[in-house]
């Protein structure tokens, strides 16, 4: 079979892999069907795991409608992706943007140069949609949690981890079903080299972060300079799947904040005013663009990313702008509610005693990150489990974890939100506590002044300062053809200003606590002074 282009422009692999594939999922109240090559993807064990990857961790022990998992969220990010670029076609700005550049003018016209970049083996609705499905798939069990906050893997945004996820999915939809349906040898090897290209390109977006940042890509088939010549495609795609506000951002607002019986509506009016903004090489970018040209031999002079405009009919669109400052707030709330609750804070710290009761009895890291990424949130919990009871803690050393998955949860004996009351020595002390040794150390200190308490008995736990905040990046159009970042919006002009409010309020989440196992007044009370005479005195 001839691998000719069809009629949309595309091969005909491209266009079977855009087809809506027969109807295998159920979205209640919606009209939507996932294309053919999404279906292919979300019917891989990489992809499934995050179905047992909750997307607030150990929260649903005391919020336990809270139970939301990573694939229906990654889902419905795929879906708002679709939605938006569909609405990009249609919207306010389908003919005129207004940032000023006209070379490539208009929604409608700038999402056809980025599909005409892709040429006739990829698609960007599909590229859009793939990297929107498997995001979040790299993550470990209860990834935010150890990473943000316990300090014991990278945070989420590792390139490396994510292209290496993306080749095991790429290696499992070899043997698809749905591939083994297409009858025609030929056709079938096209269909699958077409959505490897795809998930290839996925990894791709990824790797754009890092170049523009002024890291090394990380790409693991392209070379930096492949990946530079459709920067203006991942910037696109990238920013528009998971920026600080994207589709990510919304589907997350909309899903957690229902798991926590606080439902809250999008309002579907900020479709009219989503954007695919020119934006000129800046900071890093031009030295990277240097020479760079796109696959049609143009010089690659700009990028394309994501925004939403406050400009329309010679007026200021307010709405817009409330729109995007309102998703802040929702994220803010929903982390604060939910992520920061004191059941869930406790729950983590008692996380962070078990692993390192193990830990302390291993000679090296005993949870290697490929085994992680093989595992759900309550595997990891079971082979936490099993392996405390294995590594023969000290006599005056309880287990943990069967404590916390009965939700026996600790007491906090000590805690303490206010930064400044914090001394000098304290300050030093608690500068690396996001590091697990240190909390050792700081434990050890705390404990000398607690005779006959063993180590095992309690948990420090310090909550880093600004932990999952994101600055308010997300670009706005403005007056006289200006496209803006929000923050920088608002500290230049006033306007907005509560979107810099929102980001400072997370600073004030910080707090510092003491957990104990005991349960008398009088135990809490010494644990409690010995605290106070540690950090504060």
């Known amino acids: 079979m001839n691998h000719q282009p069809a009629r949309d422009g595309k091969t005909r692999a491209v266009s079977r892999l855009l087809r809506p594939a027969e109807s295998a999922f159920v979205f209640p109240g919606l009209r939507h069907q996932f294309t053919l090559g999404e279906r292919i993807v979300l019917e891989t064990g990489a992809v499934q795991r ?9 929260a649903y022990l005391t919020i336990p409608t809270n139970e ?20 990009m076609r249609v919207n306010d700005y389908a003919e005129h943007v207004g940032d000023g550049y006209h070379d490539i003018d208009g929604n409608r016209e700038r999402l056809a140069h980025l599909e005409a970049l892709l040429g006739p083996d990829l698609s960007l609705d599909l590229l859009a949609r793939l990297y929107a499905l498997v995001h979040d798939s790299d993550l470990l069990p209860f990834g935010h949690t ?30 698809s079903p749905l591939l083994a349906a297409i009858e025609d040898e030929a056709e079938r090897a096209q269909t699958l080299a077409a959505l490897h290209r795809h998930l290839d390109a996925a990894e791709a977006v990824a790797t754009s972060v890092n170049l523009l940042s002024g890291k090394p890509g990380g790409h693991s088939t392209q070379s930096d300079a492949e990946v530079a010549r459709l920067l203006p495609v991942y910037t696109f795609v990238e920013t528009l799947v998971t920026a600080t506000v994207s589709t990510d951002l919304l589907d997350f607002s909309l899903r957690d904040t229902l798991g926590a019986s606080t439902p809250w509506q999008f309002d579907a009016e900020l479709l009219r005013s989503v954007c695919v903004f020119a934006t000129p090489p800046a900071g890093r970018e031009p030295a990277l663009l240097a020479g760079v040209a796109d696959p049609t031999g143009r010089p690659v ?19 817009a702008v409330t729109y995007v400052v309102d998703l802040l707030r929702v994220r803010y709330e929903v982390l604060e509610r939910i ?30 990150e490929p085994e992680l990424l093989a595992l759900g949130d309550d595997q990891f919990l079971d082979y936490l489990e099993a392996d405390e009871l294995k590594v023969n803690l000290p006599p005056d050393c309880r287990p943990v974890m069967g404590e916390l998955k009965a939700r026996r949860l600790w007491r906090e004996a ?17 500068r690396p506590a996001k590091e697990p040794s240190q909390r050792d150390l700081i434990e050890e200190r705390l404990l000398k002044e607690l005779p006959g308490v063993p180590p095992s008995e309690i948990v420090v ?17 403005w007056a006289d ?24 309020r997370y600073s004030s989440l910080w707090s510092l606590s003491v957990y104990t196992r005991a349960v008398t007044s009088a135990q809490l009370e010494a644990v409690r002074k010995a605290a106070t005479a540690l950090f504060e005195n």
């Open 339 to 368: 992520v920061y609750s004191p059941g869930k804070c406790a729950a983590d710290a008692m996380l962070d005693r078990g692993i390192r009761n193990i830990n302390s009895h291993h000679a090296g890291e005993p949870f290697p």
């Open 50 to 58: 995050m179905a047992r990857l909750r997307q607030t961790g150990l």
């Open 461 to 477: 736990s310090c909550l880093p300062l600004n932990m999952q905040m994101k600055d308010p990046d997300v670009l706005i159009g």
């Open 301 to 319: 002079d700009m990028l394309f990313r994501f925004g939403v405009s406050a400009v329309g009919d010679g007026r200021v669109n307010h709405r």
């Open 68 to 87: 939301n998992s990573r694939l229906p969220h990654c889902m419905g990010t795929a879906y708002w992706t679709a939605r938006f670029i569909d609405a």
């Open 414 to 430: 000590y805690r303490l939100e206010d930064r400044s009351r914090l001394s000098e020595p304290a300050v030093e002390l608690l």
């Open 146 to 175: 150890l990473s943000y906050q316990l300090g014991f893997y990278p945070p989420p945004g590792n390139i490396a981890r994510f292209a290496k996820y993306v080749r095991v999915i790429a290696e499992q939809v070899t043997d």
């Open 481 to 504: 053809g200006a496209v803006l970042p929000l923050g920088e919006l608002a500290a230049t002009t006033g306007y907005a200003e509560e979107a810099l409010g929102i980001t400072k």
